[in-house]
């Protein structure tokens, strides 16, 4: 099947069911599966017509992943680009559940944590991988106060407000659509929060686009309205091990966060208010530094995050353009993910509350501190923090963020 000029489609096997992949030909226009049809002229057409294509293909794939316990089907698209990088995203709470790059030798291999199938998702994952929403983070008992209105949020994180709250956009099928362009492949999930969707509100029309281009990158745009004035902050929740899946911890890795100043939090992980600096403190990332150098120091910022888990207040040059937020450096693979981000501010979270009772992909137990969160967002509890950036989306104005990951090798 030819779509446009240049694709083509073909029928890989799966273990998921039937696939649908869009591909792009090899580079003389033609189908390297086309060419190599009829089977018996294989020894005849190998050396003469089949040279190996030198140029990996760019695709997207859509297959079947499972119903949720409420009966909703789900579906996974599998993304790849001419180098090799693979991310796999599902309906279900918009989730990534692969990622795979190669290292400084070209290998490739999975650097985000997960599951294989969509039942553990669906019981309770602690947001593996997902959009979070309507307002990334915590919100103080639950409560904030809008033009005047008192709301009332869900509380589920003891007595605040986190990620949305009982049923977060972690938590619902999104529609997704898939898309190719000459330079990049995607797919862009929607949905419509309801008005009063755990206490929030106005309803919300949310839409959030995840790019994978050519060039290694994988760029989350996250667009919202509403039709009544409400608080938004969205985000996605990937958990890195940038050592790929025989890991074991993430302390090794090397983070540079551009931030002079964090919010300090109280002991349930609110914010005080304050900006404090990093300066003289475990907190500072300014210049590159092992997570885990002083994640145990004896600081009361780290007793209250059990170790990090803390918004960063970026260095930004500018208001709202696209500025580079962190990077990491994982030195036994080489690879490299900077993170490039239009929001004020960055969770870090040194995954602190895995503990090893979570069996994920492919049989492996989550231990302390496997996986890394860098959550671009505004700083948590922002409805209540007159002193913080404001997070009010009104009627008539779009919400529009973008965050860029930027996968390579160093060292
Ligand atoms: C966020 C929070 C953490 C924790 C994780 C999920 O990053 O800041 O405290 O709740 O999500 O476990």
């Not at 799966?14 to 002229?41: D, W, Y």
Request: aromatic share 10%; charged share 20%; with cysteine.
């Amino acid at each position: 099947m030819t779509i446009g000029n240049v694709d083509t489609t073909v029928w890989p096997g799966g273990r998921s069911g039937p696939t649908r992949m869009h591909r792009r030909s090899n580079a003389a226009g033609g189908s390297v599966h086309g060419l190599l049809a009829p089977i018996f002229a294989l020894p005849l057409l190998l050396p003469a017509c089949a040279p190996p294509d030198p140029t990996p293909m760019r695709s997207i794939a859509t297959a079947p992943f499972g119903t949720t316990s409420a009966g909703d089907a789900v579906t996974l698209f599998t993304m790849t680009n001419p180098a090799g990088i693979e991310v796999r995203a599902i309906t279900y709470g918009g989730i990534i559940t692969t990622l795979k790059t190669p290292d400084r030798d070209g290998n490739l291999d999975d650097i985000v944590l997960g599951f294989d199938s969509l039942e553990p998702y669906d019981a309770g994952s602690p947001y593996f991988g997902s959009i979070i929403g309507r307002y990334g983070n915590r919100i103080a008992r639950g409560q904030f106060t809008l033009d005047g209105e008192t709301f009332t949020l869900a509380t589920n994180n003891g007595a605040n407000h986190l990620h949305g709250g009982d049923i977060g956009f972690d938590k619902v099928v999104w529609t997704g659509e898939p898309f190719e362009r000459d330079d990049a492949v995607g797919v862009v999930f929607t949905y419509t929060s309801p008005d009063g969707e755990e206490g929030y509100p106005g309803t919300l029309e949310v839409r959030v686009t995840y790019t994978l281009t050519d060039a290694g990158e994988l760029i989350f745009d996250y667009h919202a309205t509403a039709d009544r004035a409400t608080p938004v902050n969205l985000t996605q929740h990937s958990y890195f091990n940038l050592a790929g899946t025989a890991a074991d911890d993430i302390l090794g890795h090397e983070l540079t966060i551009d931030a002079s100043r964090y919010t300090p939090v109280d002991t349930t992980l609110i914010p005080t208010g304050e900006l404090a600096p990093v300066e003289g403190t475990p907190f500072d990332f300014l210049s590159s530094t092992a997570i885990g150098s002083r994640i145990d120091d004896d600081h009361p910022q780290l007793a209250a995050g059990l170790g990090y888990d803390h918004n960063y207040v970026l260095d930004r040059t500018d208001a709202d353009g696209l500025q580079r937020a962190a990077v990491v450096y994982e030195p036994f693979t080489g690879r490299t993910l900077e993170i490039r981000t239009e929001e004020p501010g960055i969770q870090f979270y040194s995954g602190n509350f895995l503990d090893g009772t979570i069996t994920g992909k492919d049989g492996r137990i989550y231990g302390h501190r496997s996986g890394f969160c860098l959550e671009t967002q505004h700083y948590p509890d922002s409805p209540n923090q007159p002193g913080f950036p404001s997070t009010v989306l009104r009627p008539g104005e779009e919400y529009s963020t973008r965050t860029v990951l930027i996968f390579g090798v160093g060292g």
